[in-house]
Nanobody, 123 residues
């Protein structure tokens, strides 16, 4: 089992930045692919960014246009999502997920999920 706890969400104005953190415990953190997904009100959960167990491979949703950066610190068992130039359409609950397998952008292929952290971007 892998336990995940997100933090760092909050209220920011358009154009601002936030850094989300996801602390993992349980199964060896370095053996898991990690991802960030988000779900806006009335919408399905969607892919944001993923990172391989080694940190060598990352993928991002095209719609982010380079504004978000995913990273991980295996020594701290933590994955991060740096979000810059935030827009109102980025408002969502952001979820951290872990997959004990090869990296994928499909949320349905992730096995473990955190409770989510709310990000609200005002204008």
């Amino acid at each position: 089992q892998v336990q995940l706890v997100e933090s760092g969400g909050g209220l920011v104005q358009a154009g601002g930045s936030l850094r989300l953190s996801c602390a993992a415990s349980g199964r060896t953190f370095s053996s898991t692919a990690m991802g960030w997904f988000r779900q806006a009100p009335g919408k399905e959960r969607e892919f944001v960014a993923v990172i391989s167990w080694s940190g060598a491979v990352t993928y991002y949703a095209d719609s982010l246009k380079g504004r978000f950066t995913i990273s991980r610190d295996n020594a701290k068992n933590t994955v991060y999502l740096q979000m810059n130039s935030l827009k109102p359409e980025d408002t969502a609950v952001y979820y951290c997920a872990a997959r004990v397998a090869t990296i994928t952008t499909n949320p349905y292929e992730y096995n473990y999920w955190g409770q989510g952290t709310q990000v609200t971007v005002s204008s």
